[in-house]
């Protein structure tokens, strides 16, 4: 994985980067040693590392008895209960395959919204189907996921009577909760998120690993790519060696310069899922008392189409952060035309992806041109390591910037306020 950063020399004063790389460098160090805000949820740092064996053989023979028995799993959680694997999953599946993974079973989710419509159809698809649900909430009391997980556990047990709880396995935390007693009434499969763990940060504990795992990618080489970087940003690693201080540092110098949104952007659509998991651990973990850049997201070339025109020439108060994947997966040449009406036979014999690669690089250089800073993150392939290497960098970064920007990245207080209207207006009792 590397990072490129020489176009943004011309939108930060140079002196600012050496100036403050010690600075990033001690928000490292206080992410390790647990001295600054939010230190009760800093169980991610090391988490690479912590995995034993025994987890992670029992996720892996979860998920094989999983995949065994269904034809579906539904996959029940919201936010951080659900980007991570969402995102992993869609990254490394095939994309015109019926069920993505091109193995039984096919993983879908639920409980990330309250669409009668959404959940309706989910059940109707499921009529004909074996299933099972990995229901995963970390407080055990969130009211997307805790209303799907009502609806489809009637069902189960409509159908599967007393045998429907071994088609149940709950992630959640290790003693609190609602979803933790019916669990621990029920007898259903257990799996724990660590106490000092947060939801958005909780990709490579069971909430991320089993799922992923039930989808047929191999979660060691996820762990793999992530211990990696973990390696890498250690605390010991200069501000050159370490790519996490210097991404967090340049972005803090681009939102004091004016530029307060983000977009992250990819040339790939496996990517696009990824982004919105990365939205959220920067969005729900910076924005707060007034301060944070937005983050956005963008899939090119599709994009170009669309947003492009406001990136090239709108507000400059827009920075861009490109995921370049360095190889694709498969080779595709553009094939000779007798006719050349497209005038495209100048390309004929070349890769598909030579043509990406020069949109990348064009769009680049217009957008640079045009105001619009420039970062690139470049990784090999979008494979379970690489991917695992993304998750990292971009957490331990997270955390660097959130204290850089003097908030408490671990907390979400924000998100309260929606959730007491909401039940005021249902009328739950006490609200
Ligand atoms: O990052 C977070 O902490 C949040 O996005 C949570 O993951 C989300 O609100 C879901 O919470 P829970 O797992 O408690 O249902």
């Keep these: ?43 991610w740092v090391n988490l690479p590392f912590e995995l034993n064996s025994d987890i992670i053989s029992d996720i892996e023979k979860t998920a094989s008895d999983l995949r065994t028995e269904n034809d579906v799993i539904v996959v029940i959680g919201i936010g951080g209960s659900y980007l991570g694997a969402k995102a992993v999953i869609e990254a490394l599946s095939k994309s015109f395959v019926p069920n993505r993974q091109n193995i039984k079973p096919m993983v879908v989710f639920a409980g990330n919204n309250i669409s009668e419509d959404y959940l309706y159809e989910l059940c109707e698809f499921l009529k004909d189907k074996s299933y099972s649900v990995i229901v995963i909430s970390k407080s055990g009391t969130t009211t997307e996921p805790a209303v799907a997980f009502r609806i489809l556990k009637k069902d189960l047990y409509n159908r599967y009577k007393n045998n429907a709880n071994k088609r149940i396995v709950v992630i959640t935390d290790k003693k609190k909760g609602a979803l933790k007693q019916l669990a621990d009434m029920n007898d259903y499969k257990t799996f724990v998120i660590p106490n000092d763990v947060g939801g958005r940060f909780s990709v490579l504990t069971p909430v991320g690993l089993l799922p992923i795992a039930v989808a047929g990618f191999d979660i060691k080489q996820l762990i793999d790519g992530a211990k990696n970087i973990a390696k890498q940003t250690g605390i010991k690693k200069s501000f050159d060696e370490n790519i996490a201080a210097k991404y967090a540092l340049i972005r803090n110098l681009l939102y004091k310069n004016n530029y307060n949104i983000e977009v992250l952007v990819n040339y790939n659509p496996k990517l696009k899922y990824f982004a919105e998991w990365w939205k959220q651990l920067y969005g729900e973990s910076e924005g707060k008392e007034g301060k944070g850049i937005f983050p956005a997201s963008a899939s090119f070339t599709t994009d170009l189409h669309s947003i492009g025109q406001y990136i090239q020439d709108g507000i400059r108060n827009i920075f861009e952060t490109v995921i370049s994947v360095k190889e694709p997966d498969n080779k595709l040449l553009l094939p000779s035309d007798y006719d050349n009406l497209d005038n495209l036979n100048y390309l004929a014999g070349r890769r598909i992806d030579h043509i990406n690669k020069s949109a990348e690089l064009g769009t680049k250089l217009a957008h640079v041109e045009g105001g619009v800073p420039n970062i690139t993150i470049e990784i090999q392939k979008i494979n379970e390591y690489c991917i695992g290497e993304l998750i990292y960098f971009f957490e331990k970064a997270c955390g660097i910037s959130g204290y850089l920007l003097d908030v408490n990245p671990f907390d979400q207080p924000g998100v309260e306020t929606y959730k007491t209207n909401m039940f005021k207006i249902l009328g739950k009792p006490g609200y």
């Design 1 to 43: 994985m590397k990072l490129e950063t020489k176009h943004v020399d011309n939108f930060i004063v140079k002196d600012c980067l050496i100036k403050f790389a010690d600075n990033s460098l001690e928000n490292n160090s206080a992410l390790h040693n647990k001295t600054k805000k939010g230190s009760d949820y800093l169980g």
